[in-house]
């Protein structure tokens, strides 16, 4: 079995994002992460360590997908989204990938509750669309999604299913 590059499976030589200027990603006006959109919420102590280290009051020192790629519009990403209205961010979420593969050496690895937890870190930190997450879980680890599903349908029934999985 030989390695293929991870780009060239998902891009299939397409670039699908690129990197924001300098002066682009310095200016962040209107993708700030505030401390009060965080997905989970930061606790009482994160938050005064946050203002100990990086005093700027509600908003948090990293920068978001939003802030540092933009989608190459002339992408097959991009056109797909576009005509399927779908949301995009960065491209197509190589953590998501990354996570799935890791999490397989899990005993006990279960692909939903997984891409459940990318949708939480990823979406919930503004690096990637629900979109860009689903899809890396369908082409790379077999979830079943594709362009004509709701993304919102989708996760509420990984949600339901994992509700009813849980004694």
């Not at 997908?65 to 519009?73: A, T, Y």
């Not at 790379?140 to 999985?165: F, P, R």
């Amino acid at each position: 079995m030989y390695k293929k590059n991870i780009k060239n499976i998902i891009c299939d030589s397409y670039k699908y994002r690129k990197r924001k200027t300098r002066y682009i990603r310095e200016d962040t006006t209107g993708f700030e992460l505030h401390v009060h959109n965080t997905v989970p919420k930061l606790s009482t102590r994160k938050k005064k360590f946050i203002n100990s280290q990086f005093p700027l009051g509600n908003v948090l020192p990293w920068k978001t997908g939003h802030m540092s790629w933009i989608v190459n519009e002339n992408s097959n990403f991009a056109l797909d989204a576009r005509i399927f209205n779908k949301a995009t961010v960065a491209g197509p979420s190589g953590h998501t990938h990354a996570m799935l593969c890791f999490m397989k050496l899990l005993i006990n690895f279960d692909l939903k509750k997984w891409v459940l937890i990318c949708i939480l870190w990823l979406v919930g930190s503004e690096h990637h669309s629900i979109h860009e997450v689903l899809l890396i879980a369908n082409k790379n680890h077999g979830l079943e999604y594709d362009m004509t599903n709701d993304c919102y349908e989708v996760v509420n029934a990984l949600l339901d299913e994992l509700q009813t999985s849980v004694p």
